[in-house]
Nanobody
Framework: QVQLVESGGGSVQAGGSLRLSCAAS????????MGWFRQVPGKEREGVGV????????YYADSVKGRFTVSQGNAKNTVSLQMNSLKPEDTAMYYC?????????????????WGQGTQVTVSS
């Protein structure tokens, strides 16, 4: 059973930075797609940034392009999200997710494995 564990959430003022990390365990293989999603109460979960580990190709939501960077870690099945120039509207629960493939890269329905989430709060 694949398990994902996130770390690095917290509170920051607008304009600040945070770095989220995620490690997956229980998979004998490299997980090809890993990335980050976020959700606020009453809204659907949305894709933030995803990486295709095999090629390093990344996909981002328009709202975070130029501010967030997703990258794979040195260890197998690890991924990070560097968030800069944070805005109050970035406040959400952030989830790490992974899949072996299929579907849209930023579509939550494409992902089979999810972490428990880590809260990010940006104050103005």
């Amino acid at each position: 059973q694949v398990q994902l564990v996130e770390s690095g959430g917290g509170s920051v003022q607008a304009g600040g930075s945070l770095r989220l990390s995620c490690a997956a365990s229980g998979s004998p293989d490299h997980l090809p797609y890993m990335g980050w999603f976020r959700q606020v109460p009453g809204k659907e979960r949305e894709g933030v940034g995803v990486i295709f580990v095999g090629t390093g190709i990344t996909y981002y939501a328009d709202s975070v392009k130029g501010r967030f960077t997703v990258s794979q870690g040195n260890a197998k099945n690890t991924v990070s999200l560097q968030m800069n120039s944070l805005k109050p509207e970035d406040t959400a629960m952030y989830y790490c997710a992974a899949t072996y493939g299929g579907g849209g890269a930023l579509d939550p329905r494409s992902y089979n494995y999810w972490g428990q989430g880590t809260q990010v709060t940006v104050s103005s």
